[in-house]
T-cell receptor, first 112, second 112 residues
Framework: GQQLNQSPQSMFIQEGEDVSMNCTSSSIFNTWLWYKQDPGEGPVLLIALYKAGELTSNGRLTAQFGITRKDSFLNISASIPSDVGIYFCAGQLGGSARQLTFGSGTQLTVLP | KAGVTQTPRYLIKTRGQQVTLSCSPISGHRSVSWYQQTPGQGLQFLFEYFSETQRNKGNFPGRFSGRQFSNSRSEMNVSTLELGDSALYLC???????????FGSGTQLSVL
């Protein structure tokens, strides 16, 4: 099946710093999604991207759909303690949940 | 608007037993998908239901089954539990196939 390489696996940053994480694939996707998961909870959708080159913001979060349709990145500006969690990218090719492929996640720790 | 509700939140079973997990989607959502999440394998697709019909099934053995009711609520069943079935089982609902997924908090299943 399709594989998503998400990096980095984990990050330790100081409060107030900016963060960047990305996902790359050997296959193209029609949709890129970014989720955040807190311990013991389900993933929460942060940003959805539907077009190559699209740049979308949600508060301090900004994500882009790569021009080649094989990659996406997520930036978090001015990190705060509640940003702690696991961030997942997901690429979707078609109109089915089966065709949604998740990255392995980036564990973000924000130090005070 | 209430989110996706999964019950129970936690379950402890022994090998060989069977288990049924329940999911109530967001009101108005007609599509329900199930995922298994483990530290080693990440998020893996189990099934997708729409209008009481299974549209897709992931690569899981026949011990994993599910169904959707006329009110869009869904259940999944795992028979003859194995130690490796220990995982967080996540349900996600969407307006329809291919639409944005909204996840529940999951059912944490431990098989002893």
């Amino acid at each position: 099946g399709q594989q998503l390489n998400q990096s980095p696996q984990s990050m330790f940053i100081q409060e107030g710093e900016d963060v960047s994480m990305n996902c790359t694939s050997s296959s193209i996707f029609n949709t890129w999604l970014w989720y955040k998961q807190d311990p013991g909870e389900g993933p929460v959708l942060l940003i959805a991207l539907y077009k190559a080159g699209e740049l979308t913001s949600n508060g301090r979060l900004t994500a882009q759909f790569g021009i080649t349709r094989k990659d996406s990145f997520l930036n978090i500006s001015a990190s705060i303690p509640s940003d702690v969690g696991i961030y997942f990218c997901a690429g979707q090719l078609g109109g089915s949940a089966r065709q949604l492929t998740f990255g392995s996640g980036t564990q973000l720790t924000v130090l005070p | 608007k209430a989110g996706v509700t999964q019950t129970p939140r936690y379950l402890i079973k022994t090998r060989g037993q069977q288990v049924t997990l329940s999911c109530s989607p967001i009101s108005g959502h007609r599509s329900v998908s199930w995922y298994q999440q483990t530290p080693g394998q990440g998020l893996q697709f189990l099934f997708e239901y729409f209008s009481e019909t299974q549209r897709n099934k992931g690569n899981f053995p026949g011990r994993f089954s599910g169904r959707q009711f006329s009110n869009s609520r869904s259940e999944m069943n795992v028979s003859t539990l194995e130690l490796g079935d220990s995982a967080l089982y996540l349900c996600a609902s969407s307006l329809g196939p291919g639409e944005k997924l909204f996840f529940g908090s999951g059912t944490q299943l431990s098989v002893l």
